[in-house]
Structures are given as C-alpha cells and as structure tokens.
C-alpha cells in the first residue's frame, strides 16, 4: 500500500507565495510521474502541473511562469512552489504519484487527500 501526504497549504494574500509538499511512502519500487490538482467549489478537478521521472514537466497554462514543479527521488517528495498567487488559484490541492510495488508488473495512482489553499486579502 502506498500513502500520500500533502502539506502546505493555507490562506495567502494575493501576490504572495505558497510551496505545497507531498511525500509518498510505503511499498515503492519505482515512481513514473508526479501530478498536483486543484478542485475549486463548482468546478471539476484541472491538472495544475506534473513531473515525469525523466524531468519533463508539464504545467496548465493558467499557471504556467507562477509555479514549478520540482521533486526530491530520495525522499519520494514532491513540490510545487506558487507564487504570484492570485484569488482563482484558490481551491483544494491534491498531489498523485504513479507508482509501482516491488515486484509489481504495473504501476497505480494514488491520491493524496488534499490540502486547501486560499488566496483572499
């Protein structure tokens, strides 16, 4: 079984600057892929950003200058700093990790269980 935990999150004012953590722990032999979401209030869940095991990164084009995906493989820990940080940003963020137990033939989701980030003045 494989656990993911969010931390981070909180009210900033906007134009401040925010940096969410996830770590994965448990049975992992291998990790293909990071994702962070968010899911405002009456709106589906959007991929924010995401990072391959090679390094390529992929953001939505909403935040995309204002905040990096960055990852720690030692530590199966996963950032996303956000800055600039604007009243929509705000919604309940949820970080995934594609992963594989050991001895495992396939790799899996799993999901963290959120952390809410609030950008209000």
């Known amino acids: 079984q494989v656990e993911v935990v969010e931390s981070g999150g909180g009210l900033v004012q906007p134009g401040g600057s925010l940096r969410l953590s996830c770590a994965a722990s448990?049975?992992?032999?291998?990790?293909?892929?990071w994702g962070w979401y968010r899911q405002a209030p009456a709106k589906e869940r959007e991929l924010v950003a995401s990072?391959?095991?090679?390094?390529?990164?992929n953001y939505a084009d909403s935040v995309k200058g204002r905040f990096t995906i960055s990852r720690v493989d030692t530590k199966n820990t996963v950032y996303l700093q956000m800055n600039s940080l604007k009243p929509e940003d705000t919604a309940v963020y949820y970080c995934?990790?594609?992963?594989?137990?050991?001895?495992?033939?396939?790799?899996?989701?799993?999901w963290g269980q959120g952390t809410q980030v609030t950008v209000s003045s």
């Open positions: 995934t990790v594609n992963a594989g137990a050991w001895g495992a033939l396939t790799t899996h989701d799993y």
């Open positions: 448990g049975n992992i032999e291998r990790i293909n892929a």
């Open positions: 990072i391959s095991s090679g390094g390529s990164t």
